[in-house]
């Protein structure tokens, strides 16, 4: 092998290396916040159930068709806990990989960037918990037929909480996207001005699909995205402002 070749494929298995130090780091903490929540696991349970049970009728439970999903259940509950518990060290790892092959101007964007998703993300899901859960579970109760028992599958309770806190924690990230195809020239601030009309067809549309089949759950996420879009381009806004002052000022 020549020295040309070694010298190219040496940066690139250094590069491997690295990931998977990080890779390795990231899945460290994972396991160790999910060992130290095990012994909460049947408490975080209770905690996730807790807008379900409130609007259930008195005296009435979720129930467990199969045998194993007592045990499966919480565990599973706990490992979502123990994810978004690890996922600021995951994201620091995994800044702390690219951060070194960026310029100084994309590492001032791409942090904040880090930084806003996260927040996001758990403001949507802190939206969905308090906010959407108990007016979707409310009226989803008092829609029940008479002779009905509302009998919820807690495996099933399970998935539909955790798909409705991804779609939310990805809907509230509708500012970061717009921001970052701003800044990276895809589109103008004008062309997301213009764009509104077709912007509030698709948050419908994507409410309608990711929510319910209930008008209170659609709107509840398509008005907040609604919302989200036009603060990213209030953000657009003022960022265009700042750079065209930082170029308007004489360099020293």
Same mark, same amino acid.
């Given at each position: 092998?020549?020295?040309?070749?070694?010298?190219?494929?040496?940066?690139?298995?250094?590069?491997?290396?690295?990931?998977?130090?990080?890779?390795?780091?990231?899945?460290?903490?994972?396991?160790?916040?999910?060992?130290?929540?095990?012994?909460?696991?049947?408490?975080?349970?209770?905690?996730?159930?807790?807008?379900?049970?409130?609007?259930?009728?008195?005296?009435?439970?979720?129930?467990?068709?199969?045998?194993?999903?007592?045990?499966?259940?919480?565990?599973?509950?706990?490992?979502?806990? *123990?994810?978004? %518990?690890?996922? !600021?060290?995951? +994201?620091? #790892?995994?800044?702390?990989? &690219?951060?070194?092959? $960026?310029?100084?101007?994309?590492?001032?964007?791409?942090?904040?960037?880090?930084?806003?998703?996260?927040?996001?993300?758990?403001?949507?899901?802190?939206?969905?918990?308090?906010?959407?859960?108990?007016?979707?579970?409310?009226?989803?109760?008092?829609?029940?037929?008479?002779?009905?028992?509302?009998?919820?599958?807690?495996?099933?309770?399970?998935?539909?909480?955790?798909?409705?806190?991804?779609?939310?924690?990805?809907?509230?990230?509708?500012?970061?996207?717009?921001?970052?195809?701003?800044?990276?020239?895809?589109?103008?601030?004008?062309?997301?001005?213009?764009?509104?009309?077709?912007?509030?067809?698709?948050?419908?549309?994507? *409410?309608?699909? %990711?929510?319910? !089949?209930?008008? +209170?759950? #659609?709107?509840?996420?398509? &008005?907040?995205?609604? $919302?989200?879009?036009?603060?990213?381009?209030?953000?657009?806004?003022?960022?265009?402002?700042?750079?065209?002052?930082?170029?308007?000022?004489?360099?020293?």
């Amino acid at each position: 092998m020549s020295e040309e070749q070694l010298g190219v494929g040496q940066p690139l298995i250094e590069h491997l290396i690295e990931l998977r130090r990080r890779l390795l780091w990231a899945a460290s903490v994972f396991v160790l916040c999910l060992l130290a929540l095990l012994p909460f696991a049947k408490q975080i349970y209770a905690l996730v159930a807790q807008p379900l049970m409130a609007a259930l009728p008195q005296g009435t439970h979720m129930i467990a068709t199969d045998v194993a999903a007592p045990f499966f259940v919480p565990l599973k509950v706990t490992a979502m806990a *123990a994810f978004l %518990l690890s996922l !600021p060290h995951t +994201l620091f #790892q995994l800044w702390a990989f &690219v951060a070194p092959a $960026l310029y100084k101007q994309e590492k001032r964007l791409v942090l904040p960037l880090l930084l806003s998703s996260l927040t996001l993300f758990a403001a949507g899901m802190a939206f969905c918990y308090f906010l959407v859960f108990p007016v979707v579970f409310k009226f989803l109760s008092g829609t029940t037929p008479d002779g009905v028992n509302m009998a919820t599958d807690i495996g099933n309770y399970v998935s539909f909480v955790i798909g409705m806190f991804v779609a939310f924690g990805t809907a509230f990230e509708v500012p970061v996207a717009v921001v970052l195809l701003h800044r990276m020239g895809v589109i103008s601030l004008e062309k997301l001005k213009q764009a509104r009309p077709y912007v509030v067809v698709g948050a419908f549309i994507v *409410a309608a699909v %990711l929510t319910p !089949p209930d008008v +209170l759950s #659609q709107f509840m996420l398509a &008005v907040p995205m609604l $919302l989200l879009y036009e603060i990213g381009i209030i953000v657009c806004r003022f960022g265009g402002k700042a750079a065209a002052e930082n170029e308007k000022t004489p360099q020293q």
